[in-house]
Structure formats: C-alpha cells, structure tokens
C-alpha cells in the first residue's frame, strides 16, 4: 500500500536558519505529492504540491522536488521567520490506485523557529 | 470567502453513547472528505465524496462509523456505541471538481470518549 515517511521533530532552529524536512514515500502508481501546513489554532493548509517527476513545488519561500529515482519530496527553505513555526505534513495521491482520491499523510513534523 | 466549516468544535461525550459530526464545505465544492487524526499523527482517509454518493469508505474502521451526504452538501459523520479509541480531531476538506488534488480543511472537531 502508499505509505509517507517523514522526519519526526520537533526540529527546533533559530532565525533565518536552513530548514529541511525530509519526506519519503512508497506508492504503487505515479502519484502527485504535497507539503501540508497546520499553524497553531488553525487547519491544515495546503502549502505546495507536484505533479510528476523532477517538478518542484513552491510557495511563501518553501521548495520541495519530487524526485522519483529516490522517491522524495524533501521540504526546504533558505531562511526561516519565527511565523514559520508549524506542523508540517507530506502527503501523496495515488492517481492509480482503487481509491484515486485517497490522499495518504505522514505523521507531520513540528517546527519551532526561535528569535 | 467562508471557507470549510465544522460544528462542534469539541465533543465530549461517554462511552458507549452516538454522536453526530457536522461539516459545512465550500459552496460548490463537489468532493468532500473525513479524516481522523489521532494525536501525534497524521490524518487517516475515512471516506471520500462525490456529490451526494460515498465514492470510496475504505477508510471506514468499522460498521459503527458511517456517513452522509444527502444534498451533497453538508455532511454528516456519525459515530455509534462510541469507543475510547475514538477520541480524535475529525477532519472535513472539501475541494472544487476541477481541481480535486487542491483539498481545503476544515478546523476540525475533536471528540473525547470518557
């Protein structure tokens, strides 16, 4: 079955640090892949996404690649604010399998970004 | 504009008894979805919506959980002979026909099984 891997945090860095998330996967079609965001109070939001091999998402200074030869899509950013502080979720949607509308999460990665 | 809504927001209720979870998605959205979402994890798929028919409950963990969509709208999740391991933040996304991949969630409600 799909399956989403991703670094357990919490991952703790200071202002306008180097932020990645590592993300892994395992799907049995060709599927599209996410990074969710769940700030504090608030529901989870879409933050980027990719549709096929080599694509990079992006959005708000976040990148993510899909990479198929080492099926990831890690999360990053060059300088991280203190608002960056969240819950981040890898996700994927198997565009092949009997439930084509099934989007699968990974367990989420808390982020804490310190003045 | 409003976005997905969920009603309520808390529920605690015991052991045993039915409960009934609402949730209003965005206006025209024709796909609806519930998760659950256990604490420490991340949201697991209970079953999908087309309009008004259940396009996939393989999420379902069993006949106690079941959902409704009968204008395919407003959605309901209801709940029966409630169980601890219930106790979870339930999640509703809706997303647009042409855009099914773009899922918008819902605050979530969270359910305590005493």
């Known amino acids: 079955g799909n399956s989403v891997t991703q670094m357990e945090g919490p991952v703790t860095l200071s202002e306008e640090a180097f932020l990645t998330i590592n993300c892994t996967y395992t799907?049995?079609?060709?599927?599209?892949l996410f990074w969710y965001v769940q700030y504090p109070g608030e529901g989870l939001q879409l933050l980027l996404k990719?549709?096929?091999?080599?694509d990079k998402g992006s959005n708000k200074g976040f990148e993510a690649t899909y990479r198929k030869e080492t099926t990831s899509f890690h999360l990053e950013k060059g300088s991280v604010q203190v608002s960056d502080s969240a819950v981040y979720f890898c996700?994927?949607?198997?565009?092949?399998?009997?439930?084509?509308?099934?989007?699968?999460f990974g367990i989420g990665t808390k982020l804490q970004v310190i003045p | 504009g409003a976005g997905v809504s969920q009603t309520p927001s808390n529920k605690v209720t015991e052991k045993g008894k039915y409960v009934e979870l609402r949730c209003d998605p965005i206006?025209?959205?024709?796909?609806l979805y519930w998760y659950r979402q256990s604490l420490g994890q991340g949201p697991e798929f209970l079953i999908y919506?087309?309009?008004?028919?259940?396009?996939?409950d393989s999420g379902l963990p069993n006949d106690r959980f079941f959902a409704v969509r009968p204008e395919g709208s407003v959605s309901t999740l209801k709940i029966q002979r409630t169980e601890r391991g219930d106790s979870a933040v339930y999640l509703c996304?809706?997303?647009?026909?042409?855009?099914?991949?773009?899922?918008?969630f819902g605050p979530g409600t969270r359910l305590l099984v005493l």
């Open positions: 799907a049995t079609g060709y599927p599209s």
């Open positions: 919506f087309q309009g008004t028919g259940a396009a996939d």
């Open positions: 206006s025209g959205h024709t796909a």
């Open positions: 996304a809706s997303a647009p026909i042409d855009r099914p991949e773009t899922q918008y």
């Open positions: 996700a994927l949607r198997d565009m092949n399998s009997g439930g084509y509308q099934k989007v699968t």
């Open positions: 990719a549709t096929k091999a080599d």
